[in-house]
Structure formats: structure tokens, C-alpha cells
Nanobody
Framework: VQLQASGGGLVQPGGSLRLSCAAS????????MRWYRRAPGKQRELVAG???????TYADSVKGRFAISRDSAKKAQYLQMNSLKPEDTAVYYC???????????????WGRGTLVTVSS
């Protein structure tokens, strides 16, 4: 299973970006999808998560500005980031809990990360 993240880049403060993450490989289903980020000199933090039922969770720092969504048929998740701030600068990673055929428990997979830089 491979997760391919895309959509990062350079944006000015107050701007928007949309990250995408698509999974490929031998996948029966995917339940929990998440976005994490690691800012320079800081630990990795959970930014947002979404269950297969559509329930979402957000870090306090991004509530009201970021929105996570998913397209289970496409095995994809998205992160719409609005009102970006310089402190949102980080490498963003996607992660998914993937069920394989015949497995009772999911395996966790990570994407390679995409850099988001918020700067004027």
C-alpha cells in the first residue's frame, strides 16, 4: 500500500491550499484517515482526522480554518486549509488505517509528506 500526498506549496498568509492523499495497492477498506504535520523544531502533531462514518476531529489550532474530507470510493482524503498563518508552515503527512483482505485488524500507513510554507 502506498499513500501519495500532494498539494503543498508556498502561500501567503491568509491564503488557502488543498492537500490530497490517495492510497493505492491491495486495500479492502479504510477506516480512520488523518493528517499530521511537523513544523521545524517541533514534534509531529495530529491536525485532523475523519472516520469512515464521517466524524471529524481537529487540533484546536486549526479549528474553523481547516476541513478534512474523504472519498472512500477513491481511497482518498483531503485537507482544505483556509486563512493560513505562518505558524501553519510544516511538512504535512497523511495516514490511513487500511484493512487488507482476510485481516481482522487494520495496518497503519503513512504518506511521504508534502511541504506547506506560509510566508509573505
Amino acid at each position: 500500500v502506498q499513500l501519495q500526498a500532494s498539494g503543498g506549496g508556498l502561500v501567503q498568509p491568509g491564503g488557502s491550499l488543498r492537500l490530497s492523499c490517495a492510497a493505492s495497492g491491495s486495500i479492502r477498506s479504510i477506516d480512520y484517515m488523518r493528517w499530521y504535520r511537523r513544523a521545524p523544531g517541533k514534534q509531529r502533531e495530529l491536525v485532523a482526522g475523519i472516520t469512515n462514518g464521517g466524524s471529524t476531529t481537529y487540533a484546536d489550532s486549526v479549528k474553523g480554518r481547516f476541513a478534512i474530507s474523504r472519498d472512500s470510493a477513491k481511497k482518498a482524503q483531503y485537507l482544505q486549509m483556509n486563512s493560513l498563518k505562518p505558524e501553519d508552515t510544516a511538512v504535512y503527512y497523511c495516514a490511513m488505517n487500511v484493512y487488507h483482505s482476510g485481516s481482522a485488524y487494520p495496518d497503519n500507513y503513512w504518506g511521504r509528506g508534502t511541504l506547506v510554507t506560509v510566508s509573505s
